[in-house]
């Protein structure tokens, strides 16, 4: 591994809609994970969301959920019903020994 | 359950001198244990991680050492401070290098 690109610095959306954040990944390896992490004004990493890539399945926690397409190397994070509290930078994340992307900083408008 | 703790919180420390810092888990055995720093408004740098105890893999050459004295203990260290060093640093362990990683709540290095 690999490398993991965010291509979205920055993104709003106002308050109880739907945002979906961007992120494609390259990598050798047949069987990997690939996460989403949050980092509110605290700086604290919090782990959002967790995907198998031998799973089919789009992961799913709350109202976070996750489109992965294995081919593409794509996998977006989409956040539903959005909340003043996930106002944070999200980082794209995986492969051997974890692999970030930069970050995404993403804006809720009340 | 587990739990990571980092300190200090908060350090200010002249260019040139040395510096410490300290990382301990509690709650698991055998973690891996990694080191990161983050500039300002940037994403996550991976500086050390390690798989046991005195078994540390450097990721990128530099000015800062890292060294793992007992199973939940991770110290980053450096002889001599630069300006460059300046950062938030992240602790962070995990059961395995696939899985995912828990972080402690940082340490922000200001050199001056």
């Known amino acids: 591994a690999q490398t993991v690109t965010q291509s979205q610095p920055e993104m709003s959306v106002q308050e109880a809609e739907t945002v979906t954040l961007s992120c494609t990944y390259d990598?050798?390896?047949?069987?990997?994970?690939l996460f989403w992490y949050k980092q509110p004004p605290s700086r604290q990493m919090i782990l959002v969301i967790r995907?198998?890539?031998?799973?089919?399945q789009n992961a799913t926690e709350n109202r976070f959920s996750v489109n992965f397409q294995k081919a593409a190397k794509s996998f977006s994070l989409k956040i539903s019903d959005s909340q003043l509290g996930d106002a944070a930078m999200y980082f794209c994340?995986?492969?051997?020994?974890?692999?970030f992307g930069k970050g995404t900083r993403l804006h809720i408008l009340p | 359950s587990q739990t990571i703790h980092q300190w200090p919180a908060t350090l200010v420390q002249p260019v040139g001198s040395p510096l410490s810092l300290e990382c301990t888990v509690e709650?698991?055995?055998?973690?891996?244990l990694y080191w990161y720093r983050q500039a300002a408004g940037r994403g996550l740098q991976l500086l050390f991680y390690?798989?046991?105890?005195?078994?540390i893999s450097s990721e990128v050459p530099q000015n800062l050492s890292a060294s793992r004295p007992q199973d939940r203990q991770f110290i980053l260290s450096s002889k001599k401070l630069l300006l460059s060093d300046s950062g938030f640093y992240l602790c962070?362990?995990?059961?395995?290098?696939?899985?995912?990683?828990?972080f402690g709540p940082g340490t922000r290095l200001t050199v001056t």
């Open positions: 994340a995986g492969d051997d020994k974890i692999i």
């Open positions: 390690s798989v046991g105890i005195g078994q």
């Open positions: 709650g698991t055995s055998n973690p891996n």
């Open positions: 995907q198998e890539a031998y799973k089919q």
């Open positions: 990598t050798s390896e047949s069987d990997y994970y």
């Open positions: 962070a362990w995990s059961v395995s290098l696939l899985y995912e990683q828990y």
